[in-house]
């Protein structure tokens, strides 16, 4: 099946920094990819679409400034977290679709543990 | 505004036991639904997909049904083991090929 990778697996940064976290799909091209946060015993909830070669599309209540989204290829997706804050720390999970116009399955990331001190 | 709920957000059995987890959503507007395994730290495993033209998908010891119309999932663990012990996320697909998940329900197998 498809692979999607993240990385890095965890990270841990000091408030006022920025982090970057990269999604890349390995061995299929991926237009369109998705950023999840998940807080601690919560479900996952889908900050934001990211699209090869425009601009990213935010969820309600998102800040675009904050969470910056790159889909510079059509194997990578980047989120850099700005500025972070301790309310920030949280798992975030990409996924990708490996293509379009039929039934598929969406393919996840292993996840990146973002702890902010 | 589609909105998943998944019951019971936590259950424990012993082993052995066949169970079902429940999910519903309140658009039937939807592309497919998924089922999810998650453990603890951990990314997502996709378990089934069903298509919102099907009625149920098997797996193994797993089945999933879908009701489209009643906006209703069910996911049927048949012989349930320790390894079984995760969270189960439910996730419908909308026409924007977006997931929007339920908030899972936390099982214990216990041997």
């Known amino acids: 099946g498809a692979v999607v990778s993240q990385h890095p697996s965890r990270v841990i940064c000091k408030s006022g920094t920025s982090v970057k976290i990269e999604c890349r799909s390995l061995?299929?091209?991926?237009?369109?990819m998705f950023w999840y946060r998940q807080f601690p015993k919560q479900s996952l909830m889908l900050m934001a679409t990211s699209n090869e070669g425009s601009k990213a599309t935010y969820e309600q209540g998102v800040e675009k400034d904050k969470f910056l989204i790159n889909h510079a290829s059509l194997t990578l997706s980047t989120l850099t977290v700005t500025s972070a804050h301790p309310e920030d720390s949280s798992f975030y999970i990409c996924s990708a679709p490996p293509r379009r116009g039929a039934p598929y399955e969406q393919y996840f990331g292993p996840g990146t543990r973002l702890t902010v001190t | 505004k589609q909105e998943v709920t998944q019951i019971p957000a936590a259950l424990s059995v012993p082993e052995g036991e066949n169970l079902v987890l429940n999910c519903s959503f309140t658009?039937?507007?939807?592309?497919?639904l998924q089922w999810f395994r998650q453990d603890p730290g951990k990314g997502l495993t996709s378990l089934l997909l069903i298509q919102s033209s099907q009625r149920e998908q098997t797996s193994g010891r797993l089945n999933a049904s879908l009701d489209k119309s009643s906006g209703r999932s069910t996911l049927y663990i048949a012989a349930s083991q320790p390894g079984d012990s995760a969270t189960y996320l439910c996730?419908?697909?909308?026409?924007?090929?977006?997931?929007?998940f339920g908030s899972g329900t936390r099982l214990l197998v216990r041997p």
């Open positions: 658009d039937s507007a939807i592309y497919n």
């Open positions: 996730a419908v697909m909308d026409s924007s090929y977006k997931l929007i």
């Open positions: 061995d299929f091209q991926a237009t369109t």
